[in-house]
């Protein structure tokens, strides 16, 4: 069965520093995302991806974030200068047929910034 | 006000007992709804869309409640494999992000 993939599955970073997290959604799917858990928090929408574009995003993807498509496969969330409040499970999900259908997660991305 | 509100429990069942989930939420004009269920440190799974006439999966039902803004999971026959949260999730009119609900604790007691 298809699924989404995410690497690292854990990432320890000192603050300041840039991190980039990488996904590989299903083959198939055209609509990806980013979202962020805090521990003991609930699951929280960073942004959209169609079409080789930002669809929307959220008030927490300010600046600090970035995302790319760099090739036919892989989808990237970079973090720049990366704060201690940064520290989350990132998850990344891709959907097949559009904004209202079924989105599959990765397994997640746990970022510890020290 | 939130986008989605769940009641987060915890909910300690024993096993075999039939047990409900509400959720609500805010905006009048959502699309679609679904129910996640996500297990202790690790990612969102897709346990059922929910559909405006009401739909069955097994042992899980969902309904959809337009009027009163407000969706509901039913779990019957609870194993001890149902011990997980299960998580409220709508996609609103506008946009495509998914908006969650903070969640329902589930404990499964043998």
């Known amino acids: 069965e298809p699924e989404v993939t995410q690497t690292p599955s854990h990432q320890v970073t000192q603050m300041g520093q840039e991190v980039i997290l990488r996904c590989v959604p299903i083959?198939?799917?055209?609509?990806f995302y980013w979202y962020r858990q805090i521990l003991g928090q609930k699951v929280e929408f960073l942004v959209s991806?169609?079409?080789?574009?930002?669809?929307?995003k959220s008030e927490i993807f300010d600046d600090q974030f970035s995302v790319e498509r760099p090739d036919g496969s892989n989808f990237t969330l970079k973090i720049r200068s990366t704060k201690l409040e940064d520290s989350a499970m990132y998850f990344c999900?891709?959907?097949?047929?559009?904004?209202?259908?079924?989105?599959?997660f990765g397994p997640g991305t746990r970022l510890t910034v020290t | 006000r939130k986008e989605v509100e769940q009641d987060p429990g915890p909910f300690n069942v024993p096993e075999g007992a039939t047990v409900a989930f509400n959720c609500t939420y805010s905006?009048?004009?959502?699309?679609?709804f679904f129910w996640y269920r996500q297990d202790c440190r690790k990612e969102p799974k897709l346990l059922m869309s929910v559909y405006s006439s009401g739909n069955e999966d097994g042992r899980f039902t969902a309904q959809l409640n337009r009027a009163s803004q407000y969706i509901s999971l039913l779990i019957r026959d609870s194993k001890l494999s149902d011990s997980a949260t299960y998580l409220c999730?709508?996609?609103?009119?506008?946009?495509?992000?998914?908006?969650f609900g903070t969640g329902t604790s589930l404990t499964v007691i043998p």
């Open positions: 905006n009048s004009a959502s699309q679609s």
């Open positions: 999730v709508v996609n609103p009119l506008t946009g495509n992000q998914f908006y």
């Open positions: 083959s198939n799917h055209l609509y």
């Open positions: 999900a891709s959907s097949g047929q559009g904004r209202f259908y079924e989105q599959y």
């Open positions: 991806f169609y079409n080789n574009e930002i669809s929307e």
